[in-house]
């Protein structure tokens, strides 16, 4: 009776992990769940269009003190990140980078705010294209290249929000409280 008991105590786990939808199982299926989650779907954390929506030009400039980053930075970062990556996966040239990571961040303007939301939503939505669209091969190849996108994106979105919960314009029932 104590084994019988021990197994279903240890199993917990597994049935409150269990929900409707069912993980992918090819590479594919992986790299679009691991970039639809970091742009437009509600998973494990807040998706970056969640992040940014609803603030102002002024809110998105905000910098919890001198030597951070605002929203509008981190999302200009995501951004300009997310389009070279995707620019390399196409075989487009880039423009030459030399080597400042500061001026990714630091190139943003209110003025921008608006098209900067749109920008970075296209991107992420090219981005979903050009992986769904790829051959097995291509996929294969550059694999690392597009996780790593989307760690890094999740990493600048948990900033994000940590920027808005500091300013306080972060609505916890948007999904992290």
């Known amino acids: 009776m104590k084994k019988l008991a021990l197994v279903l105590l240890l199993s917990v786990p597994l049935f409150a992990q269990t929900n409707d939808k069912k993980p992918p ?22 998706p970056v269009s969640i992040a940014v929506d609803g603030l102002t030009a002024q809110q998105a400039m905000w910098s919890p003190s001198k030597g951070n980053h605002s929203v509008g930075q981190l999302a200009y970062h995501i951004c300009y990140w997310d389009q070279r990556a995707l620019n390399d996966f196409k075989g487009v040239k880039n423009e030459k980078f030399d080597g400042n990571n500061n001026e990714t961040f630091d190139n943003f303007t209110a ?29 294969a190849a550059n694999a690392s290249l597009i996780a790593h996108v989307g760690a890094h994106n999740a990493y600048h979105v948990g ?19």
Request: hydrophobic share 40%.
């Open 25 to 46: 199982t090819t590479l594919r299926g992986v790299l679009l769940e691991q970039l639809r989650t970091t742009h437009d779907q509600e998973d494990w954390f807040v």
């Open 159 to 177: 900033q994000i929000l940590y920027v808005r919960k500091l300013q306080g314009v972060w609505n916890p029932d948007k999904g992290v409280k």
């Open 111 to 139: 003025a921008q705010w608006d098209d900067l939301v749109k920008k970075l939503n296209q991107v992420l939505a090219d981005w979903d294209k050009a992986v769904n669209d790829a051959d097995d091969a291509k996929l």
